[in-house]
């Protein structure tokens, strides 16, 4: 072979190599594959500002705290992680929720540190923070909420975020949503953002909200940081109740890794601006709030840590409906389901795997599974209609669900989850180090 | 640059690349680091004769189909996976066991497909088998106890293995359970054995097993495949009640990925053959039972799915042993722990995020948490004297501890456990297609 033949062969298993490595390396901090095409044009909250802030908690260079100023008369309600060794900020927020004043209230969060296991440290970094937040925007302490997320066990350097407020507040401004969302992400590849309007008689009432969430996402608690905001006026017990009410089907419905936060905090604050009285029984505006919060709920399992492919599971036929999320939570948690799904391999037997070990009531000879609209298997085997290649070929869609039906009773749920990946590995396995 | 530097620095590249490459791919088909030196010189259990072959089952030339045969007296205990979606093979188990005679048993297993979720055709296949090695053997149906390993959902070619029965028997031999334990092997990576001998009186009594288990292993059912044989001659009560009992705290205590087979099968046979009578007072057999189980537990644990470290993880100080066991797996399944300990990262507040979600009690300020004999963090905080370069020093053995005392109690539990590395996702994301 001659000299330049020989460059040729060479430059051309260099470039293959090359993709090869490509292909064998993960990428990690690139936007997940299943983010939305953008973050949405969120409306103004009448009643509610927001500022964002590089105050240098932990990243350099990047905005990390965020405040949102509520005009008086604001009334909030939140759910929490469940976490025995839950944060400090949440223990504050739970203590002060349901409080009621007529001046106004605030939100503080910060991303790199989340102040979770951190001892009496850890109050006074709360105390510190809110008291600070409360006399420069004139509201009372207990009317000041505040949120971190990010690296447990380490000293919160709160200096720094109070050395910083009165910048938060000199940048106030109501359009400043999509700031507030980019300042908590952590591992999070893309911010995350939500939106809806609802007309009551003649009035339009607005809701809109953010979240972060990507890695230790499981339900059973209240879950990671999500914050809302509508122009409803809205009792306080009637706000809490349809957003416990609504949690359990949405941000308790999914899950990325099964492992539960020290610091999921969800808040919906109701600035009452739009002057729209709304209370419980208004189904418009509670269809508004759960798509908001599906929504969002949906984009933190899109961002779930290294996922490739977004996987609904749902579950009918069981005997109750809490039976029936036992069985999606045990299939959408199972590492060998979730690694399958990497894998776009249809191992429907996985599947039964998970429904035989979640400790729910079932019937092997009952169940039947469909991938997508493709039935699987039924009666306890593989269906007689079902070909390998069909599932194999449903496999390879990023969008997927494993659709089963016990059999034995009404019961319904459904979970959302991603896959589990190299990726997922990589981001955790030196996410400190 | 002339054509031959140019050549020379592309060759250089493609090595260069190659190496990356290598180094990329993490390479699934070795041996476990884990593994022991060596499989152990088994002893010849008296009563108990075994062979293999190579049937063709799923894999091709090896050996995939083991047979034990057992003389007439031997009592056979059991325990198995509590799975609602069990294989047709455990099910027979179940519903055999217990069932005296004065003949002989046998004892017959396949890897390669786990005969688990096929319907009707399932039991007919078990059928199959059972009476063609009662048969061959002359021992009654009933006291030929089967178990497959393998895929889920397929139905099992059992021609491919009653095609065998004759082969099979013509090769029994006391000396073939290094052989048999060969023929039971899936995704392991090496075959497990262990042994025990003691002293009764004047006379000795020989415990000797062998496991496969590698993934879908985790506690709360019997456990994957394991065989246990002793010459003690011991009521089937007996045998029962301490397999039952020690099995708590040894398969029932490990878990490799949160995921139960649907096919866990723990039996443990005692020929009678030394004479030696032994009941459940007889603390030497007990413990001398207890460390070949707790042995071949672990050979599980270290050939656990892509497997670098093994990992002990013991609480103490719980309001009860079971609330202690609720924390020690919370923290052993915990896939952040997990990718932690791969990446060799003393992220101890991943381990304050798992004892907090467990659903157990605990008071997150009297929690400590040693790494070995490293004391990292206590009183709800990082202690003071701790240095994260120790922590980090410790990690990088194959082998650790994370020794947490809760502070509210005294109850204990151990458990065991690997690490979650990329072999594991590699493993399982294209085990079937």
Redesign the interface.
């Given at each position: 072979m001659g000299?330049?033949a020989?460059?040729k062969k060479?430059?051309k298993?260099?470039s293959k190599?090359?993709a090869?490595?490509v292909a064998?390396?993960t990428h990690t901090h690139e936007v997940s594959p299943l983010a939305p095409a953008r973050f949405p044009d969120l409306p103004v909250i009448a009643g509610a500002r927001f500022s964002a802030v590089a105050a240098g908690v932990k990243y350099q260079d990047r905005l990390d705290v965020m405040l949102a100023e509520l005009q008086p008369g604001t009334t909030v309600a939140g759910v929490f992680?469940r976490?025995?060794?839950?944060s400090a900020p949440v223990l504050d927020c739970q203590a002060k929720l349901g409080s009621t004043s007529d001046q106004g209230a605030a939100i503080l969060v910060n991303a790199g540190n989340s102040n979770?296991?951190?001892?009496a440290?850890?109050d006074g970094s709360v105390q510190a923070i809110t008291a600070t937040v409360a006399k420069a925007l004139n509201v009372p302490e207990n009317r000041v909420y505040s949120a971190s997320t990010g690296?447990?066990?380490?000293p919160l350097p709160h200096d720094r975020i109070t050395a910083k407020i009165d910048a938060l507040k000199a940048n106030l401004s109501p359009d400043a949503m999509q700031d507030a969302a980019q300042a908590i992400r952590t591992t999070d590849t893309f911010p995350k953002g939500a939106k809806a309007e609802i007309q009551v008689g003649d009035q339009t009432v607005n809701i809109a909200g953010f979240a972060k969430g990507s890695?230790?996402i499981?339900p059973d608690?209240a879950t990671m940081l999500v914050f809302i905001f509508t122009d409803a006026k809205i009792a306080q017990a009637d706000l809490q109740a349809m957003l416990s009410d609504l949690n359990e089907d949405s941000f308790n419905a999914i899950t990325v890794?099964?492992?539960?936060?020290?610091s999921d905090t969800l808040l919906l604050a109701a600035t009452g601006a739009s002057d729209v009285e709304v209370d419980q029984s208004n189904t418009a505006f509670r269809t508004a709030l759960n798509d908001v919060m599906l929504d969002l709920a949906h984009q933190v399992v899109r961002d779930g840590e290294g996922a490739t492919k977004f996987v609904e599971v749902r579950v009918t036929g069981a005997k109750s409906n809490a039976d029936a999320k036992i069985h999606a939570l045990s299939i959408a948690?199972?590492?060998?389901v979730k690694?399958?799904v990497?894998?776009?391999?249809p191992?429907?037997?996985?599947v039964?795997?998970?429904?035989?070990?979640?400790g729910a009531?079932?019937?092997?000879?009952l169940?039947s599974i469909k991938f997508g609209d493709i039935l699987v298997?039924e009666?306890?085997?593989?269906s007689p209609g079902y070909h390998e290649e069909a599932g194999?070929d449903y496999m390879q869609q990023d969008e997927l669900l494993i659709d089963v039906d016990l059999g034995v009773g009404d019961g319904t749920a459904t979970v959302w989850t991603c896959d589990?990946?190299?990726a997922?590995?990589?981001i955790?396995?030196?996410?400190?180090?």
């Open positions: 000299k330049t020989k460059i060479l430059k298993k260099v190599l090359k090869q490595l064998a390396k992680t976490s025995a060794t839950r979770a296991f951190t001892g440290a850890g690296v447990i066990g380490e890695g230790m499981a608690m890794d099964s492992d539960t936060s020290t948690n199972s590492p060998l690694t399958a990497a894998g776009e391999d191992n429907w037997g996985r039964v795997m998970a429904i035989g070990k979640s009531y079932a019937d092997r000879d169940l298997a009666k306890g085997w593989v194999a589990l990946t190299h997922y590995i990589q955790n396995a030196d996410y400190r180090s």
